[in-house]
């Protein structure tokens, strides 16, 4: 329950804020900040492409052109996929192909983990303990910010997050019609992607080349807290 000298003390707080920033009692309220960057405003679609691509490799990412299905394995099998028996997690946006591609997976000898089916299921235990012993994590990307060679995931499109982040080796499928050029047009397409109703999802994971960590000695190591490495496999719109 707040007490009168509760009120008095936020009142005089706000006062020595307006004071610290010029502005007295009567000073009228700041102009609201520009909306966000409009769709489409970031570049032709061919820019914004090779500006992600030189940005996400300047982080650590490796990308790699894969307009079909059978690039995509290819590149799987040449640069990505562990021995035979390991694990590899596949993330609940695969739902509408996952059995052909778990099968193809299973094929080559490796364990795939995928999560429960179907918006209402509930807490996955297993899934979750055997995504610490996946190799390999596969999402898609709802989107990617050309300017900083960002991955985005939004809340509503992957229920597990954890794909991306437990595994060391992360991969990640991006459509290149998905790809924005700033954070600013980013925001402004998430807006109102929420089934709960307008504004911005409840969570937007940002990934930007592999996991890094520095200690006091400013000494970098890479997968402490995430993947050691991130490959984007990218397709191009016809």
Known sequence: MKTESDVDDKEAMFRRIRAALGRGEGSPAPLPLEPFARAGAGGAPHELVERFRREAE????????ADT?????EYLLASVLPGEGATVALSDAFAAGRRELAEWLSGRGLRV??????????PDDAFRAAL??????LTLADYAIAETGTLVLLSG????????????VHVCLLDARRIVGTMGELLSLARGRDAAGPGLPQALTFITGPSRTADVEQTLALGVH??????????RGS
């Open 132 to 137: 610490f012993e996946a190799r390999v994590g």
């Open 113 to 122: 983990v995928v999560p429960q089916a179907g918006p209402q299921a509930g």
């Open 58 to 65: 300047a982080a650590g990412v490796r990308v790699a052109f």
């Open 157 to 168: 499109g992957e229920r597990h997050r954890l794909v991306s982040l437990a595994p060391p």
């Open 226 to 235: 995430g993947p050691h490495e991130v490959h984007v496999l990218l397709r």
């Open 69 to 73: 299905d059978a690039e995509a394995r």
